[in-house]
């Protein structure tokens, strides 16, 4: 499959350019950023920030400026898209209704009923809804990857649900300054600090967890009804968001039975896809008592995994800290999963 990235010399624009560069099923064939960089080839006009080399098949990719027209033109497949919320709000739906797919990370649209959004192993099924954008008079599809720490608190939060009823849920995150995007933080705000709150976050986390656990029905998402309460850092850590997730329960559940569905997670139809992005062990289980930790946890399953420790079940509360590489699973990592499932589902 061809596809584009629009985006592409952002933080998350750089993750997809890494992770599709030798991708077995798509071909990156364009790349667009600001009108500033178009005309440009990408290794030049690039300014690259994560770990490894730029790939040697994208440096020579001449940028283009993101016209709906030239996209069109590309003749592409599918378009990943890393833009910023009032870019990606204005550009978004005029690729979709010219008939192209797009996968994006952006949080314009997160939130309509018609939109799906998707964290595979947690809620494929919720791909139907893709169906019914065609009342908006779209000939292409739009799906939206979670909120970055989203999708990492969702996936034990799946896993948890199979053996427990969930009334209440809350989550303190410790968030990396990647999560700011490729300029992050400004040093004399973070070094040395913790700055307790990020613009939005609280919200987005508390409204995306219960639309991505929710059910179908009547042509809609009947949000989880579960309470959601989020409490929001930014910490002085390059990638990798921590969060801290405490639950009441209706019943009592034991510690062994959690750590069991934690372990077997996922148990959907996922599983057996065979999806080149998708970790041998999407949750993976530490036992010891200071794990898990950014610097040494954030790339297991080469970032697609999220970390679980501390876990621990009593009196209709569970306690357990959750790691996910932010710009990985949290952003990049998810679209191109998403890709891959719409891929093997038969759904462009």
Known sequence: MRVGII??????????????????????????????????????????????????NVRDITLAAMRIEDIYRADLDLVFSALPAKIAAEIEPKIVKEGMTVISNSSPYRMEPDIPLINPEVNATHLKLLYLQEERGWRGRLVKVPNCSTAILTLPLKAIASKACIKKIYAVTLQAVSGAGKEGVPALTIIDNVVPHIPNEEEKIQKETKKILG??????????????????????????HLIHIFLETCEEV????????????????????????????????RYEPDRPQPRLDRLAGNGMSVTVGRIDAENKTIRLVALGHN????????????????YRKGIS
């Open 254 to 285: 034991e510690t062994e039975e959690l750590i069991q569905a934690l372990h077997d997670f996922p148990n959907n139809e996922i599983k057996g896809m065979n999806l080149p992005t998708t970790p041998k062990r999407p949750i993976i289980v």
């Open 215 to 240: 059910e179908i029905g009547n042509g809609n998402i009947n949000p989880a009804p579960f309470t959601v309460k989020a409490s929001i850092n930014r910490v002085p850590v390059l990638d990798g």
């Open 7 to 56: 985006g592409a010399t952002g933080l998350v624009g750089q993750r997809f350019v890494s992770l599709l560069a030798n991708h077995p099923w798509f071909d990156i064939a364009y790349l667009a950023s600001s009108p500033e960089r178009s005309g440009r080839k990408y290794g030049d006009a690039v300014h690259w920030v994560i770990e490894g080399e730029i790939p040697e």
């Open 327 to 342: 710009t990985i699973r949290g952003a990049a990592g998810t679209g191109i999963l998403i890709a891959e499932t719409m």
